[in-house]
């Protein structure tokens, strides 16, 4: 059996803070592979802060906002190649739009319309299961499935940290280590869970030192800095890749918005901090790094930040466009192929429906 | 008579057994500061302090399981699970240990458990927050299973559950908190097992529970003016089940429709159906009608939402189809 060593305690940074910290890099990363990162990071911010107003004008329904979540996000799938599947939860619901997942389809989910479901084949993006950590055992046995069959793709499961606390995770990580499934769980200690605070969660000093109980391998990273995120999962999937089986990755950031749209924090967070937080959030911090490298200039901004906003106008735009939900889809999608039994419900369906257009 | 939310109603029954009896304590995910997501225990933790309020991890097996130990050492704990549908995951605890440690320890142990949850569908959460599955838990030998639909019957049947010596799982209806009843000005416990004639009628007897409840109302009033005269039935606890109370009221109407949310097929309505057969086989002049759920997931979009769910159009419809019927078929 080999060693594990102990996880790592301390927060991994690459960005550093324009005076006191120095800027690190991380090898392998060409400028155009850091500007196509801002990119990714752009297009999450843009369509989260499009929902929120979304959300305020009655266009999509209860909204799971991720702002500051971004970098984690962004960086992580950054990481991967497009036939690793991505498994996340409720709060990396655009993430799909790094693979190509028109804004249309996520919005229309958000939405509460057919037209959110996507097939997971297509992007390698798994459906959203809202109940916590539940997809933990799925993401390991996707990858561990794909071991089996000879093929070269990994899984990352997204959770965060009150999740750490379902058995569903603990079940699911000790599986894959056990199985040597080419895992990244990526866990995402925001702080809270709804109105929990980590403390309430765990006694365990760093969420990462669990990594060490599994078996495997654990990073913390500083989840608001996008390059600590990418290279520690790049490090993940190579371990993934090589045979060496999962790995766990804290990914530290501050929840500074609401748990969802429907969620008043003020009974319980530190308003304070969370101002402190949005000062450093993680947007603004890496492209201050790209500045200060000197590979963002305002025009490149500007027009990465013009496009992102276009896909939102012509993601809302169709969102909106689709005709209202076809009731007849009802009885089309639990089964393959619907028990015989059901055939009263869908001529029943079938009556009232042709007799609501006749 | 006070009037009050099905809500404070819920709150009522916890605050004063918390404050007659140190043995009582609530816990679940976020029920102290924020006071649950449905906001049903905004205000306890300043009235009882954070032990006796206790948030807890995000952890529904050890929950249930933790409450069984605690009621193993002699507290009432009241848990709650925030939906419904995350019962699932605390099924072990609930099905094999809740319910049977009284009947493994040969009548020695008690298991003075009391699980809450809420869901029910209306505002179209999508299939894994909204289904309502009270009917799983009627089929496991030593549980109660008790679903109140209005203020007056919640305080009364939960005080009366935190009592109880078994464990009951008490379901509440997601789209009921806010409707008001007037309710005694002192909580007046209500014995599990007798159900309430919510309306008297002639002509057919509807046996309705939760949301459905309120729909058969609507529906008997919509069918008076057709001249159609309901009895509306509610059993508040499915177990034990007014068997007395739902079988005279069928003898006296001659017909019988059940309602629930649930989906149908294999449901509490098909066991209400086969229990009427049984007892006033020879009194019906019609079959039973069952009202409920069709077979589908719960659908995320509102109109198909609406189209899966029953309504009082629903019932309204059974109640005619039952009613036109006569004896000889
Ligand atoms: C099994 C289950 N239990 C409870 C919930 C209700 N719930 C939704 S989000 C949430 C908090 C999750 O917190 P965390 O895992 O930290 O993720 P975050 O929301 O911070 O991204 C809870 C308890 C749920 N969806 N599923
Ligand atoms: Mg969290």
Known sequence: ?358 | MPEITYREAVRDAMSEAMRRDGDVFIMGEDIAEMGGSMGVTQGMLQEFGPERVRNTPISEMAIVGAGVGAAMAGMRPIVEIMYQDFTTLAMEQLVNQAAKHRYMSGGQLKVPLTVRTQGGAGWSPGAQHAQQLEAWFVHVPGLKVVFPSTPEDVRGLLFRSIYDDNPVVFFEHRTLYGIKGEVPAEIEPIELGQGRIHREGEDVTVVATGRLVHEALAAAADAEKDGISVEVFDPRTLLPLDEEGLVSSVKKTNRCVVAHEAIVRMGFGAEVAALVQERAFDYLDAPVERVGARFSPLPFAPVMEAYVIPHEEDVLAAIKRTVGRNGNG
């Open chain 1, 1 to 358: 059996m080999a060693q594990v060593a102990a996880a790592e305690p301390e927060l991994r940074r690459v960005i550093g803070d324009g005076e006191t910290v120095a800027d690190g890099e991380v090898d392998g990363l060409s400028e155009a592979d850091l500007v196509a990162l801002y990119r990714d990071l752009v297009l999450l911010r843009t369509y989260d802060e499009r929902s929120v107003v979304y959300h305020r004008q009655g266009r999509i329904g209860t909204y799971a906002i991720f702002w500051n979540h971004e970098a984690m996000q962004a960086g992580a799938a950054f990481a991967l190649g497009d036939d690793d599947w991505i498994f996340p939860s409720y709060r990396e619901s655009a993430i799909g739009l790094l693979r190509g997942m028109p804004a249309e389809t996520i919005l229309s989910w958000w939405r509460g319309h057919p037209a959110g479901w996507w097939n997971p084949a297509d992007y390698n993006v798994a459906s959203i299961s809202v109940p916590i950590a539940t997809h933990v055992p799925h993401a390991a046995g996707l990858a561990w499935g794909k071991k089996l069959r000879g093929e070269d793709a990994c899984a990352i499961a997204f959770f965060g940290d009150g999740a750490t606390s379902e058995g569903a995770f603990h079940e699911g990580a000790n599986f894959a280590a056990v199985m040597r499934a080419p895992l990244v769980l990526l866990c995402n200690n925001n702080g809270w869970a709804i109105s929990t605070p980590l403390s309430a969660q765990t006694r365990a000093e760093a969420l990462v030192d669990k990594a060490v109980g599994y078996g495997m391998p654990g990073t913390r990273v500083d989840g608001a800095d996008v390059l600590a995120v990418y290279e520690a999962t790049r490090e993940a999937v190579e371990r993934a890749r090589g045979g060496e089986g999962p790995s766990f990755i804290e990914a530290v950031t501050y929840r500074t918005a609401p748990h969802a749209t429907a969620d008043d924090p003020r009974v319980y967070i530190d308003l304070e901090r969370v101002e402190a937080e949005k000062k450093r959030e993680c947007v603004g911090r890496y492209e201050g790094y790209l500045r200060r490298l000197g590979v963002l200039s305002d025009e490149a901004v500007e027009e990465i930040r013009g496009d992102a906003a276009d896909v939102m106008r012509t993601g809302i735009g169709a969102a909106e466009a689709e005709s209202p939900a076809d009731i007849g889809l009802v009885f089309e999608h639990a089964y393959v192929d619907p028990p015989p039994s059901l055939a009263a419900d869908l001529a029943d369906l079938r009556r009232i429906l042709g007799g609501s257009s006749g």
